[in-house]
């Protein structure tokens, strides 16, 4: 950062000055105790008291805000559980990744809901789940303990491991890497320890944090000369 600092103070004095002030400002915001809040204000219906998200949060002790509820964590609120029961759901892929770490989701009673496959990567915690009518629960029925065909609506309860003795998964992954778990249906096969790349082929451990050290301070190079350089043509024009 210094260093960047000194060489383009030159370039543009004032405005790179200014931009420099901006950027450390946009670091140093805590970060989000707002994430994924949005999912938790979707409809303003409010949540049913039969809801099992009411239910796992009263027993849980937790938070309930919304249509969600949080757990309270040192510097942001983890949504554990949704409720978007008759919240006239759509598409709902990229919103739904801010409740990953959810226990409990009941986004039932929304007959024009549309989720990808992927919908669920990422869902380790994920133990019950009430959807609208489908013909199968996320990743299969295979990987839930309880599935419950009700009117209108699918219960999947317990979510089985992908990566367990008798499944089929933990031979797909390559010589030196693990079976981890990520979401019903899904794995990922992370690299052993001191393996790294392509199939964890390379031995070693992947130097991280040279990486991305480098890798940023090259970008944030890059985009400062950008600016200015336009600036200055805006100025010059
Ligand atoms: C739901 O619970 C709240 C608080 O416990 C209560 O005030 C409200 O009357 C309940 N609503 C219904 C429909 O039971
Ligand atoms: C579902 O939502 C719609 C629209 O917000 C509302 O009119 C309807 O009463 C709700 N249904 C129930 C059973 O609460
Ligand atoms: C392992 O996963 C398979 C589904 O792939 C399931 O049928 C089987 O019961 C699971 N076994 C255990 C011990 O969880």
């Keep these: 950062m210094a260093a960047a600092d000194v ?18 400002m946009l670091c140093r915001l805590p970060a989000g105790r707002g ?14 008291n039969s809801s099992e998200v009411v239910k796992m949060c009263q027993a849980s002790h937790q938070v309930l805000r919304g249509r969600c509820c949080l757990s309270r964590e040192e510097d942001k609120d983890i949504i554990v559980g949704l409720d978007l029961w008759n919240c006239s759901l759509g598409p709902l892929d990229s919103e739904l990744q ?45 990987y839930w303990e309880s599935v419950q065909n009700e009117t209108n609506r699918l219960v999947c309860q317990n979510q089985r491991s992908s990566c367990n003795s ?5 031979f797909l992954c390559p010589e030196n890497a693990l079976c981890a778990p990520d979401g019903p249906g899904l794995f990922k096969c ?9 199939k964890c082929l390379r031995e070693g451990t ?14 944030f ?10 600036r200055r043509k805006v100025k010059n024009s």
């Design 190 to 198: 992370p690299c052993d320890e001191n393996y790294h790349g392509y």
């Design 7 to 24: 060489r383009t103070s030159g370039l543009c004095p004032r405005s790179c000055r200014h931009l420099l002030l901006v950027l450390v």
């Design 35 to 48: 994430s994924g809040e949005q999912l938790c204000d979707w409809c303003p219906a409010e949540l049913r």
């Design 206 to 219: 992947f130097p991280m944090i040279m990486f991305f050290g480098i890798l940023g301070a090259v970008t």
């Design 98 to 142: 801010n409740a990953s770490a959810a226990l409990t989701i009941d986004i039932s009673g929304n007959p024009q809901l549309d989720l990808s496959i992927t919908a669920f990567q990422g869902f380790t915690n994920l133990q019950y789940i009430a959807l609208p009518s489908s013909p199968s629960c996320p990743g299969g029925n295979a």
């Design 166 to 170: 008798t499944g089929q998964m933990v």
């Design 221 to 230: 190079a890059c985009s400062l000369l950008f600016w200015c350089s336009q």
